[in-house]
Structures are given as structure tokens and as C-alpha cells.
């Protein structure tokens, strides 16, 4: 998982990850371990949520953050 400008982090099976409202993120699996994705959100105005644009390939493949 990585927030905009933040680093890259490694999510494992289990963890839990709480994004505040507004908080542009991104999350996947890797180039050989895939990922399933459960969100519980709210509804703002009629709107569950806004996709943004796609993570390009540099930052899709980058190394996760030490840590």
C-alpha cells in the first residue's frame, strides 16, 4: 500500500489498514503474489468512491519502504 507522496509499504494477510477520508491511496499484489481486498466505507452524498488514475508501471514495481 502507498499514500500519495508517502512510501511504499508491504500489507500481510490480516493486517489491518484504515485510510482516513480524503487520503489518496494505492494497493495490489505483486508481480507473483496476488491480493484480495475487502473495504467497509460510508456514503458521502450518494458516492461511495472516486477512482483516480492508474499507477504507472515505475511506481507499480518499485521496492517497498524498509520498515
Known amino acids: ?3 500519495r507522496d508517502g512510501p511504499k509499504g508491504e500489507i500481510r494477510a490480516r493486517d489491518v489498514v484504515m485510510c482516513p477520508p480524503g487520503e489518496k491511496h494505492w494497493h495490489d499484489g505483486t508481480t507473483t503474489t496476488g491480493m484480495s481486498h475487502m ?3 460510508e456514503a458521502l452524498d450518494g458516492k461511495v468512491v472516486e477512482w483516480l488514475e492508474k499507477v504507472s508501471d515505475e511506481e507499480y514495481l518499485a521496492a517497498p519502504s524498509a520498515g
Open 39 to 41: 473495504a467497509i466505507q
Open 1 to 3: 500500500m502507498q499514500c
